[in-house]
């Protein structure tokens, strides 16, 4: 069975603190790794990743996919009260060229910043 | 704001009822996926639909149908409604897939939660 599980559960951290959060899978199928953050509504993208060993960034985000050993980091640096929100992993499971991308979730990390 | 809209933003129903959630996916999205999150499942795939046909299914109950229509809104049908059906419901849109692209983001709605009484 296809499965993304998530690491922490949870954490709590004070501001200017770094993060990592931790994400592993076991999906047939595989055809991208994706990072969305979910405040109080619905979750935003963060990024997609598709090969391993290359970081993509967002200012103080950044993520890497290792494909080999099935796993995925997203790091935070200088953390903001911001930046509290539950960060969500999901697998793209799916045969490519077809319409079909299902999103396999992981049950996510809740991150909470304190001042 | 997605462009992803659902209604009702807010449900309460007694068991055995029946409920329907709307979707209205971003102008030019063909996709619209179901998801449902809970405390204890976290966020589940239920159904896709694209233009108009069922594409993919996962951990959706028999009680639970959906269809998407030919203005490619969707609806979210969940009868004989019990406890542990109390969730925040989510439909994402996307584009269509095409050659070359490994994957079009998911727009997520507001979401409909769900209280079952």
């Known amino acids: 069975e296809d499965k993304v599980v998530q690491s922490p559960l949870s954490l709590v951290v004070h501001e200017g603190d770094t993060v990592t959060l931790n994400c592993s899978y076991e999906?047939?199928?595989?055809?991208?790794l994706l990072w969305y953050k979910q405040e109080k509504k619905a979750p935003t993208f963060l990024f997609m990743l598709?090969?391993?060993?290359i970081e993509k960034k967002s200012g103080r985000l950044s993520s890497i996919l290792d494909k080999k050993e099935l796993f995925s980091i997203l790091n935070i640096t200088a953390t903001q009260t911001g930046d509290s929100a539950i960060y969500l992993c999901?697998?793209?499971?799916?045969?490519?060229?077809?319409?079909?991308?299902?999103?396999?979730f992981g049950t996510g990390t809740l991150l909470a910043v304190q001042p | 704001d997605s462009g992803v809209t659902q209604t009702p933003k807010h449900l309460i129903t007694a068991t055995g009822q029946r409920v329907t959630l709307r979707c209205s996916p971003r102008?030019?999205?063909?996709?619209v996926y179901w998801y449902q999150q809970s405390l204890d499942q976290g966020l589940q795939f239920l159904i896709q639909?694209?233009?108009?046909?069922?594409?993919a299914k996962g951990n959706i109950l028999e009680r639970f149908s959906a269809q998407q229509f030919p203005d490619l809104h969707s609806e979210l049908n969940l009868s004989s409604l019990e406890l542990g059906d109390s969730a925040l419901y989510f439909c994402?849109?996307?584009?269509?897939?095409?050659?070359?692209?490994?994957?079009?983001?998911?727009?997520f709605g507001p979401g409909t939660r769900l209280t079952v009484l």
């Open positions: 639909y694209y233009n108009g046909e069922e594409r």
């Open positions: 102008s030019g999205d063909l996709s």
């Open positions: 999906v047939t199928n595989f055809r991208s």
């Open positions: 999901a697998v793209e499971e799916g045969n490519y060229g077809g319409a079909t991308n299902k999103l396999i």
């Open positions: 994402a849109s996307s584009s269509p897939i095409l050659r070359g692209h490994s994957y079009n983001e998911q727009f």
């Open positions: 598709t090969s391993s060993g």
